[in-house]
């Protein structure tokens, strides 16, 4: 049996030391006051962790409930993407996550890239991360703004129309301001280019 049905068959058990609260006929909710499980896949290696010090379980949803939930994007046994957020639902056998509330996704690279939204979703069944409302991403070189954007295993940020994006110069102050239809930013080469719907235009700027 792999690593991931292990982890899936003893967390009920850990969580039957914990005091229930019973909400309706067959309904329990398990209160947990310390959170930390890895996520594994079915070959056995890590997808990611999670971890809050305040937490509960749905029996009949099957989902569990985090506040102030701490998030560690794997590669292996390296750290990818650390996200946070006011709170977070896990569900789907595990497979889903969903957070909201000043969700904040950083990068581990010395400078640190940060991607902020209101809202977070990710089917770990997917290589695609979708951010939604009051899109910031942010480094020492630029900033972009939009509503919607999508983060690849090819660490491409896809921003959606419209886009709002500054320049800052050495100073690290807001040098120009342009708006724009979609743009994407590449996290490895540090660039970003912008594709009009007509494909005509196009543009990349390397930092």
């Known amino acids: 049996m792999s690593k991931i049905y292990r982890l899936i068959i003893f967390l009920p058990l850990f969580m039957l030391g914990c005091a229930p609260n019973v909400v ?5 909710i398990q209160k947990i006051e310390r959170f930390d499980m890895t996520i594994f896949s079915k070959s056995g290696d890590k997808i990611y ?3 809050g010090p305040n937490s509960s379980y749905d029996n009949i949803e099957l989902k569990f409930e985090l ?3 701490i998030i560690n994007i794997l590669n292996g046994e390296e750290t ?6 006011q709170e977070s639902t896990l569900s789907d056998n595990n497979k889903l996550l969903k957070l909201k509330g000043n969700v904040k996704l950083k990068t581990l690279k010395e400078d640190g890239d940060f991607l902020y939204a209101d809202n977070f979703f990710w089917n770990i069944e997917n290589t695609n991360y979708l951010l939604e409302g009051n899109i910031r991403f942010e480094n020492q070189n630029i900033i972009l703004n939009s509503g919607k954007a999508i983060l690849g295993a090819d660490n491409i940020i896809e921003f959606f129309n419209p886009v709002k994006y500054i320049i800052k110069d050495e100073n690290n102050e807001n040098k120009y301001q342009i708006n724009s239809e979609n743009a994407y930013y590449n996290l490895t080469t540090e660039s970003v280019s912008f594709k009009a719907k007509d494909k005509r235009v196009k543009s990349i700027i390397y930092f």
Do not use: A
């Open 24 to 28: 309706e006929e067959n309904k329990v």
């Open 67 to 69: 506040k102030k939930p």
């Open 80 to 85: 990818k993407y650390i996200i946070s957020s």
């Open 49 to 51: 962790s999670i971890s």
